[in-house]
């Protein structure tokens, strides 16, 4: 398993109450897998995303990285590991506004404190999501599909141990979105790299190898999905 | 570091109607605060050099003398006044030394009754009228007293005595042993000195003032003028070790009341209006500062899930502020510094209130801000300061997004 939740719980407090967002889960995700968190709205999806993408503490339980428990790491510590294994994609692109596709790109390099050259890298990581001819654009100068498919170079450039797609095509046309998808599932097949999503779109569902189904806050199924 | 710095000044430009805005509200406070500065180096520091030099950066009195000066008793004189003249004007450091009596007296013309109007008569050297007051920059008509039997007197003092240059005043003054002693003066000069109670002054020459106090060959006080006044501790230490003043107290003149508290006034002044307007001016940072956070919670979410630390955090924000703040200082500074210029020449009138300032410290009518070097500099670390007060409040709220944030979907 490349992480894991042991027996997670997660609490938040909303006005006098104590909400259970995760109650006593253990799922975790292996190597190379293409695997989807589903479920409706509050159902605890993105809190296990969060969670497994070091976003956030458990109020009780283990998140292994690595067989490593993160879960008590210092929030440094916790930026480090982000920055280095963990790829982020999300449901509103989230580009940096100010930065070009290969800046943005480079960012994630910069952060994660890789030394030498890195302008080949990024290159590289804009060609293969169909972008080396938008490497000096800013994200207002890219349509929606664009603007994903850097924020996916931005995940991948830095060779994560895991890419974590929140909601990756909510916000794009259903053609877009089918794109994103089938470069993430390529990506996924041909470099092996691990794909974790949450969703409840049935079109995301349908191209994943493995469904994890949750509903307030408990995992109610696990099973392979349309696209194994 | 140059990631942030990239970002930080990308992030300028990002939104440019509220940079310059901002970059404008600390080019305001850095303006205000330099002409402030200057006004106040106007008003108290150009007062303070003249009311040092005018009672002696250094003073050497009889210890006696020294424990009354308010009374001014003349009885505590120096007889050999002349020995300490010249034991102190061969020192390193000391542009002259000059005998001084100085006496409070009534004043009134030939045909007047005595004791309506009140004057503070001067005795001293021509030279110490010339070199050290600069007296004959401020005569309005006639001249500076040359001889016995002369008197320039304030302007304010010839209107209440209603005379003019050429005109005979009866001063009624006193010996050392309390006996009255008039004299009968000629007016030879009429002097402005840009404030009422400076103008009820009144010169002779030493002579006279020694005549009429009965102090042959001596005087009340040895006044010593040097080329740095800031200094001028250092130079009584060293005139204390002389043995022509063993007898006497020597003290400079930031050692002496008024000008021993002037100093932490003037420091309390600066700080007190230095302070309002870093914080005003703090505020508007703070504003858009804020603002500016406030929309970028969503990024700064994002760059917090890329690893980047709360420190990297709050040192964006601060770059974003001290940017600003340099922009704005240097322009603040520059404005303000013309505006200090441009006000030195042509001067801001105060009105009768600046004029009822004490004679001991004063403040003229018109006052001309003076705008030096260290000044500018102040002022410009100061438009710093005010990035630091406003840019504080909102690089900590940054620095404290969560990187879960990135997660909330909003844009």
């Known amino acids: 398993m490349i992480c894991k939740l042991v027996g997670v719980t997660k609490s938040y407090p909303m006005g006098d109450l104590l909400v259970q967002a995760l109650r006593n889960v253990t799922v975790g995700v292996g190597a190379g897998e293409f695997t989807v968190f589903a479920g409706p709205s509050g159902s605890g999806k993105s809190t296990a995303l969060n969670l497994l993408g070091c976003l956030d503490r458990p109020s009780s339980g283990e998140v292994l990285l690595d067989d490593k428990n993160v879960a008590s790491l210092s929030d440094d510590a916790l930026g480090a590991v982000r920055a280095r294994r963990i790829g982020f994609i999300f449901q509103s692109f989230n580009l940096i506004p100010v930065l070009t596709a290969s800046e943005n790109v480079d960012l994630a390099l910069r952060l994660a404190g890789v030394e030498g050259p890195r302008a080949e890298r990024v290159e590289s990581a804009l060609k293969a999501v169909g972008l080396q001819d938008y490497l000096h654009r800013r994200p207002s100068q890219l349509s929606g599909g664009q603007q994903q498919r850097v924020a996916i170079a931005r995940a991948l450039v830095k060779s994560p141990a895991i890419v974590i797609a929140d909601e990756p095509t909510a916000n794009l046309d259903s053609t877009n979105g089918e794109a994103i998808l089938d470069l993430m599932r390529e990506m996924n097949q041909k470099n092996g790299v691990t794909f974790l999503f949450s969703t409840h779109d049935p079109m995301v569902m349908s191209r994943a190898r493995r469904v994890v189904r949750l509903k307030d806050g408990e995992v109610v199924a696990d099973e392979a999905g349309a696209g194994a | ?411």
């Open chain 2, 1 to 411: 570091m140059d990631l942030l710095v990239q970002l930080a000044a990308r992030n300028l430009g990002r939104n440019r109607r509220r940079t310059i805005l901002t970059v404008l509200t600390v080019a305001m406070g850095t303006g205000l605060l330099t002409v402030a500065l200057s006004m106040l180096n106007g008003i108290l520091v150009d007062a303070l050099k003249f009311a040092s030099a005018a009672s002696g950066h250094v003073r050497i009195v009889d210890p006696d003398y020294a424990r009354r000066d308010q009374l001014m008793p003349l009885a505590e004189n120096m007889p050999d006044v002349a020995t300490v003249v010249a034991a102190v004007e061969g020192q390193p450091g000391v542009l002259g030394a000059y005998a001084h009596i100085q006496a409070g007296v009534t004043g009134a013309r030939e045909d007047q009754d005595i004791g309506e109007n009140f004057s503070l008569l001067h005795g001293a050297p021509v030279a110490y009228y010339t070199e050290v007051l600069h007296l004959d920059d401020y005569v309005v008509s006639g001249r500076l007293p040359t001889a016995r039997g002369e008197v320039a007197i304030g302007q304010t003092f010839a209107q209440e005595l209603d005379v003019t240059v050429g005109g005979v005043v009866i001063v009624l003054g006193q010996t050392q042993d309390g006996s009255p002693s008039p004299a009968r003066l000629q007016v030879v000069g009429v002097l402005d000195l840009g404030n009422k109670n400076v103008n009820r002054q009144s010169y002779v020459i030493l002579e006279e003032s020694q005549w009429m106090a009965d102090i042959e060959g001596g005087a009340t006080e040895v006044l010593v003028s040097t080329g740095d006044y800031a200094r001028a501790d250092k130079l009584a230490a060293q005139l204390r070790s002389l043995p022509a003043t063993a007898a006497y107290d020597v003290a400079a003149w930031n050692e002496r009341p008024p000008f021993d508290t002037l100093g932490s006034f003037l420091v309390a002044i600066r700080g007190i209006v230095a302070g309002i307007i870093v914080f005003i001016t703090g505020l508007g940072v703070l504003n858009t500062m804020m603002m500016s956070v406030l929309e970028r919670t969503n990024e700064i979410g994002v760059m917090r899930a890329l690893g980047l630390t709360r420190r990297q955090t709050r040192e964006l924000f601060f770059f974003e502020a001290i940017t600003i703040a340099a922009i704005g200082g240097l322009v603040g500074v520059a404005g303000g510094g013309g505006a200090a210029f441009y006000l030195s020449r042509v001067g801001i009138h105060l009105g009768d209130a600046a004029a009822k300032a004490p004679a001991a410290v004063p403040i003229h009518e018109t006052v001309y801000p003076h705008a030096t070097l260290d000044t500018l500099v102040l002022a410009f670390f100061l438009g710093i300061a005010m990035a630091v007060v406003g840019g504080l409040l909102p690089a900590w709220r940054a620095a404290n997004i969560e990187p879960v944030e990135a997660m909330r979907h909003r844009r």
